[in-house]
């Protein structure tokens, strides 16, 4: 009798939550499975403060929300990484003063003092609610209603931030530098550790630019560049092979920094070589290369390319 309790309570559970279409993520980077258990292949990853898309629920003991990211992207992750919303408070939540973290990564305290306890980590691209400030600290807001402090050093009030946003190639390329020696991780999009296009999708959300997760999809954003020669910095350039019926089958990709050199996720964030004379030379990828990409002009051009500003998951 006991467990049929058990079993109607996760049930009523599970039906209760998913009446709340809505949700916002809750940890600092949550993981997205393919299937709703922890041994799943992850999928993707999803940052604090992301609006979701809640497409259903699975209760094996412990609710799994399918949810789906602003770029299209969908997964299963743990209840406890999202928290739930009805459309009201989704709206609320978008429409609220935010606090976008711009260190790579940094604490979050539960006082304003880096004395005290933390009440979680933060990585750039995450975002909070801003409650105000005290002395050299934001307040901050969690979607499950934590309240805590992060220092102004590590985080800028979001319409500041998109005033001073500087999206030239070189401010892009520098942000992607500032990730060399990073950890390549399946399925990562984080400063915690990253694939290929996790890598891009990283930098380019540092710069309020969302764009499509894999790097497929990324190679049909924006103007290809079929002339290697007619690269510019702050191209992407793809990597792979052809098909038989003449398409292209993308598995990796990178941003071009010029002068032959690109930077890209492969066992870490590093540096590679077109140019056979360069010690840097990468005889591997320059074998696979297929051909650039360049989105930058397109970014609120393509349905695809958008910002935060112009994203429907952030305005609903």
Known sequence: MKKLLLV???????????????GVVNISVCNMRSTPNFTAEMVSQALLGTPVHVLGISDNGNPWPQVQTPDGYTGWVHYAAVTLLSQEEYHAWNAAPKVVVTALNTLIYQKASACSETLSDAVAGDRLKQLGSSGRFWKVGFPDGRVGFISKKDAQEESAWRKRLDNSPQAILKTAKSMLGFPYIWAGMSPKGMDCSGFVRTVLFMHD??????????S???????DREKLEPGDLVFFGRWKENGQPAVGHVGFYLGESRFIHSLGLVKIGSFDAKDPLYDAFNTGRYL????????VNQDPDLTTTLTNPFYAE
Do not use: K
Request: proline share 8%; aromatic share 10%.
């Open 209 to 218: 630019i969302i764009i499509p997760r894999d790097a497929g999809p990324q």
């Open 220 to 226: 049909r954003e924006g103007e290809r560049i079929t």
């Open 291 to 298: 051909f650039g990409g360049r989105v930058l002009p397109y």
């Open 8 to 22: 109607a309570v996760g049930l009523l559970l599970s039906l209760s939550a998913f009446s709340q279409q809505w």
